[in-house]
């Protein structure tokens, strides 16, 4: 993202900051940042806003240490793929004259890391900003505009209703990969054809990152699986039963659905 920064907004100064020093030599190797801090404290002292790329669950800790050290009036966003109880943790650690906006940047593929890195990465990619009755007008409109900035379609939501969306189309498309890969013996996996690799896709995301994304956004993930197993119940029944009406009646309503949808998108532009 820092990439995407440096290209569309060339005047501004992007310091970057991780707590492994391997990061730190590569970023500065790779000229991913303007300047890479050597400490927290020096990296947003003078910020005007502070994006969270971490891991979700270390926020609450950023929070707490970044909060005495950020300036009056300063923003801080992030970039991570649940928001309920991050809104929860920056209003509970961040100090009044600090402002929190929610930002989920859609983009990007399984891979993560420096090496990685594209500045045309949000170029056309949709950007969820989530707030509260609690979230700065002047500090949502100004992370509004940095997001167009750098080329994302940006939408609304409040942290529950992007939680609620988000766990059915991204947290249990995830699960399900996992579940599909792992309910298959590895031998069996190597004749797999290009339609298991689509589905399983995403299933060669990061462990930890994932983790963290299920586990504080559990009930929504929850829920989501109970959804997928009365759904998988629906087939099994079909099958087992040898109900060949109802079984094409359940495929046809799934192929209409995602017609529908690849129709959205394209009207949209998010296919091509």
Known sequence: MSLSVLRA????????????????????????????????????EQADLVILATPIRTFEGYFAQMSP??????????????KALVHHWASKRLKKDVHFVGSH???????????????????GARCILTHTAKTNTAAFKAIRTFWQTLGCKVEQMSPAAHDRTLGMVSHLPHLSA????????????????????????VASGPANIWVDIFLTNRKACVQGIDKLIAQLERFRSAIDTDDERRLEKL?????????????????????F
């Not at 050290?69 to 966003?77: M, P, Q, R």
């Not at 031998?187 to 689509?198: Q, T, V």
């Not at 495929?251 to 017609?259: G, N, Y």
């Open 9 to 44: 907004m060339p005047e501004v100064r992007v310091v970057g900051f991780s707590h492994r020093e391997s990061t730190r030599r590569k970023a500065r190797q790779q000229g991913v940042a303007s300047e890479v801090a050597e400490t927290l404290a020096a990296a947003v």
């Open 69 to 82: 050290l950020l300036k009056a009036g300063a923003i801080v966003t992030d970039v991570g793929s649940t």
């Open 105 to 123: 940047p859609i983009a990007g593929s399984e891979k993560q890391g420096l090496d990685y890195a594209r500045d045309d990465l949000l170029i």
């Open 178 to 201: 996992a579940a599909l890969v792992n309910a298959n013996r590895l031998e069996d996996l190597y004749s797999a054809g290009k339609g298991f690799m689509d589905s399983s896709r």
């Open 251 to 271: 495929l046809e309503q799934a192929r209409q659905k995602r017609q529908r949808l690849i129709e959205y998108k394209l009207k949209k532009k998010e296919l």
